[in-house]
């Protein structure tokens, strides 16, 4: 108990510096979760064969890169996006590098769940809205999007906690973060407290996580 | 005014082609209750889509007051539908939305000024007689209320023809009749056209001042309420059921 304890004392700097690596990569990862998968999801849906706008031809181009990127193992995707890294963020080392593979990771993931949440919102409610003469982004914002909202945070709560122990094999290619940490002193050097403290805080990442998401889906789900 | 010419809608189903709606012709007045009576799958409800156009027609000529719907760009048919108000069988609120914010979105589609939208979806509000819920979310309301939150809705931007598809088909006796006596009370003193789709003769006989029955996508009768004389065997077997069901009632699929 008490090597558990000086070792959260003398690994406490390297710790609270691998947590907010991790944390970083993590809010990065999960913004271009938002800001593009987000869109991704509602272009899958709409453009899909019963969606708003049927456009096979774009859909089946989408859904082919979509699957293609997700069809990558992790690790594979991390060293063939080094050189893009580079050009996006200016290095190819760190957790900026890490969030730009994460992200590569994250957005076709975000954007299949965005597209299931949206195929489960009722038809008829879209078609009140065309009945009621809404636009294409009347329709597509306060329609579908806002009657997905519960669903849509259930999915980016399961998607930032999968992304959190995603972000620890960035630390495989020097992303650092609590991953990298808890490999590099826990397991090459045999220091098991330090590891033990990692997956602690990774714990408590996912759970606070798992914690807001669902109390931000309970308040907002009216139904 | 509604005015169909030879409307018909042909759907493809893995490559065949279903008749949905044969060619037909039909006049509905200005301020009249019309029913479209039919059983599930009969194209009832495919005819009213066509009206505001939520389905395409395959072919022929739909005027309302006067404009030809069929091939309205998108931007005017948008404008056409916001002077038809809409009811369904599944009500289909908002459900993240308040009674009064479900009926402010008709407003907002409609492009009322923000300041105006509160004070007339209140008035909308009253008008079914729900003044008093207008915070409630659609799940803390009854069926019966929901629907009087869809009526408010299609009410509010004042159409002039309003499309019911079943409107009362999920709704107890009791409930559903306070509604069509709500729908006549706006048909009276509003001289809103109202077209109902319905599978029950009750409704119809209580409501509409002519209907038509439709039969597998064919109009098989076209009758006057107030002397109703149905020519069919499926319009005979409606008026029929409305004496209440005997062993004698002859079922039209069976004769058929």
Not at chain 1, 4 to 12: I, K, P, S, Y
Not at chain 1, 138 to 152: D, N, Q, R, S, Y
Not at chain 2, 85 to 110: D, K, P, Y
């Amino acid at each position: 108990m008490n090597a558990l304890f000086g070792a959260f004392v003398e690994a406490g700097p390297d710790l609270w510096k691998a947590t907010v690596e991790t944390l970083i990569m993590v809010c990065a990862t999960m913004a271009s979760a938002i800001v593009l998968g987000t869109p991704l999801g509602v272009l899958l849906f709409v453009t899909g064969r019963d969606g708003l706008y049927p456009r096979p031809m774009l859909n089946r181009v989408v859904g082919y890169i979509v699957n293609v990127l997700r069809s990558f193992p992790f690790i594979i995707l991390l060293v063939l996006l080094i050189p893009v890294s580079r050009v996006i963020v200016g290095t190819s080392i760190g957790p900026s590098a890490a969030a730009v593979a994460l992200s590569f990771a994250v957005i076709p993931y975000f954007g299949r769940l965005v597209e299931q949440n949206l195929r489960d919102v009722p038809r008829g409610v879209i078609d009140m809205a065309q009945a009621c003469g809404a636009s294409a982004g009347k329709t597509i914002f306060t329609v579908l999007i806002g009657e997905a909202i519960p669903a849509i945070i259930g999915s980016f709560t399961v998607t930032a906690t999968g992304f959190i122990a995603y972000s620890a094999v960035a630390g495989a290619v020097g992303a650092g973060g609590l991953g990298d940490l808890a490999i590099r002193y826990g397991y090459y050097r045999f220091n098991t407290p330090v590891m033990v403290w990692c997956v602690v805080i990774m714990f408590i990442l996912v759970q606070g996580t798992q914690f807001l998401g669902a109390w931000a889906a309970h308040r907002l789900d009216k139904r | 005014m509604i005015e169909l010419k030879q409307v018909s809608k042909r759907f493809e189903m893995q490559g065949k082609a279903i008749d949905a709606l044969l060619p037909l012709d039909l006049d509905i007045t200005s301020g009249q209750v019309f029913g479209l009576l039919g059983f599930s799958g009969a194209g009832k409800s495919t005819l009213l889509r066509l009206i505001n156009r939520l389905e395409e027609p395959s072919g022929g000529s739909i005027r309302v007051d006067g404009q030809e719907v069929v091939g309205l760009p998108d931007a005017e048919l948008r404008r056409m539908r916001q002077r038809i108000g809409m009811i369904f069988q599944q009500f289909n609120l908002l459900s993240h939305r308040s009674a009064l914010h479900n009926v402010e979105f008709s407003l907002e589609v409609a492009g009322v000024p923000r300041a105006k939208q509160r004070p007339m979806a209140r008035e909308a509000l009253a008008a079914v007689g729900l003044a008093d819920r207008e915070d409630s979310f659609p799940a803390q309301l009854s069926g019966g209320q929901r629907q009087r939150v869809a009526i408010a809705r299609a009410l509010a931007t004042s159409p002039t023809i309003l499309l019911c598809d079943e409107a009362t088909s999920a709704l107890d006796p009791h409930t559903a009749l306070s509604i069509l006596r709500l729908l006549k009370q706006l048909n009276r003193e509003r001289g809103m056209t109202i077209v109902i789709v319905t599978h029950d003769i009750k409704v119809a006989t209580y409501l509409c001042e002519a209907c038509i029955v439709l039969e597998k996508g064919r109009m098989v009768d076209n009758i006057d309420m107030a002397n109703p004389r149905p020519a069919s065997l499926l319009g005979k077997f409606f008026f029929e059921t409305a004496k209440g069901w005997t062993d004698q009632t002859v079922l039209p699929q069976e004769d058929a």
